[in-house]
């Protein structure tokens, strides 16, 4: 008999492991998939880096790391808060964990009690929605559309916020809307939540280098929310550095401690290895970096012109990250004979089928009316799943 617990039996699986998933399989298959589900850099590390990993080994970095990360290694990173964000974050202040979902839930789990509240702006990153409730929190959505880049006010939060309101989270750049907050739009949230002393912010800034308008603003940068931000950040995106998991905090040291106990109950701490590896990563030259994100743009603006010649598609315009995240409500009510589009999934499945593309609903990051376009792909991949989608679209009536 199979009795498994209320917390499991409330998590939904992640839509975007779900989908890549789905790719894998029908590609063993033998179907020509093209996967723009994921959001995966499609570079290497760079070889810097793998090196470093491999120096690691032959230094014996093979036994049980600190659980809060490698001192040089958190050093490094409050360094890098200092030299370019201007935030003053002493090592103590850091911990580093297996990749950057670890560090947010960490972070859920030491702030949350049974029915506090969470505030997320909608479009927000799949995984939110289920760390909340395994903290046992209560979601609170402020919606946006594409009308606005899906950009939320100071005022619209202000109305968000109740007396249970714990923790308010966001991702800038942001993951799937590819919207950037300026620090005018952040000031007047800083400027919000001072009147609200009681609320924490979890700034996700994982894809702080893929910006695309010059500067990385972090609302932890204003005196008002000194002792209550935590800004999470990793090597993932940046470096290409996904399956290495290293993601980080920096944060109120009472904080940063709680998040070491409960992560020394549950992982311990992040690899030895990939810690050697991150420590080059944020220390050494950046200029790979700055490679990755100007190829990161030229695809933006491709994806941005091919969509603009599919009739139906309404784009936003990304300013950083590696998605776009169009309106497609357009489609809603047609069919091509055989197969009902009534929503983002509908077209998700038959885009899937029809056009050998994987993408992601965009109800899994709280907007119904939305697909996920990963470009963290080559040109030639873009280029012929943007002409697939084009062609399967044209049949639905």
């Known amino acids: 008999m199979e009795v498994l617990s209320h917390r499991i039996n409330r ?3 992640s839509e975007t492991l779900q989908m890549a998933k789905l790719s894998r399989e029908l590609r063993s298959k033998g179907f020509d998939i093209i996967d723009l589900s994921l959001g995966e850099p499609d570079f290497q590390t760079p070889a810097h880096i793998c090196e470093a990993a491999k120096k690691a080994i032959d230094e014996g970095y093979t036994k049980y790391p600190p659980v809060a990360g490698f001192l040089d290694l958190r050093q490094a990173i409050s ?9 003053t974050f002493s090592p103590e202040q850091i911990i580093v964990s ?8 960490n972070v859920m789990m030491v702030l949350l009690d049974p029915g506090d ?3 997320l702006l909608s479009p927000y990153w799949v995984s939110y929605r289920e760390i909340i409730k395994l903290g046992e929190g209560t979601m609170v959505v402020v919606s946006s559309t594409v009308e606005t880049n899906f950009k939320t006010t100071a005022e619209e939060l202000e109305k968000a916020i109740s007396p249970r309101t714990k923790i308010f989270c966001f991702s800038s750049p942001c993951n799937p809307s590819g919207t950037v907050y300026s620090k005018e ?7 919000v939540l001072a009147r609200h002393p009681g609320i924490f912010v979890i700034s996700d800034e994982i894809y702080e280098h893929i910006n695309f308008t010059g500067k990385h603003e972090s609302i932890a940068q204003f005196e008002s929310l000194k002792d209550r931000v935590i800004v999470v950040n990793g ?3 940046a470096y290409a550095m996904t399956g290495w998991r290293v993601g980080y905090i920096g944060a109120p040291l009472w904080i940063a401690k709680a ?4 992560q020394g109950q549950i992982t311990s701490g992040t690899c030895s290895i990939a810690q050697r590896a991150a420590l080059t990563a944020i220390t050494a030259d950046q200029s790979e970096t700055t490679r990755m994100t100007a190829e990161f743009r030229k695809r933006r603006d491709l994806v941005l012109s091919m969509l603009a010649e599919i009739p139906g598609i309404k784009s936003n315009h990304p300013e950083g990250a590696f998605y776009v995240f169009p309106d497609v409500s357009a489609f809603f009510g047609k069919s091509n004979g055989e197969q009902l589009i009534m929503n983002g999934e509908d077209l998700c499945n038959y885009l899937i089928y029809h056009a050998h593309v994987t993408l992601v609903t965009g109800k899994a990051f709280g907007d119904e009316n939305c697909i996920r376009i990963s470009y963290a792909a ?6 012929e799943a943007l002409k697939r989608m084009k062609d399967a679209l044209a049949k639905l009536s």
């Open 117 to 119: 509240e969470v505030i």
């Open 79 to 87: 360094e890098k808060f200092k030299r370019e964000n201007n935030l």
């Open 185 to 191: 739009e952040l000031q007047s949230f800083a400027e």
């Open 259 to 262: 998040c070491d106990k409960m």
């Open 98 to 105: 297996t990749g950057a979902k670890q560090s947010i839930a």
């Open 378 to 383: 080559s040109e030639e991949k873009l280029k």
């Open 11 to 13: 998590l939904a699986e």
């Open 235 to 237: 090597c993932s995106k």
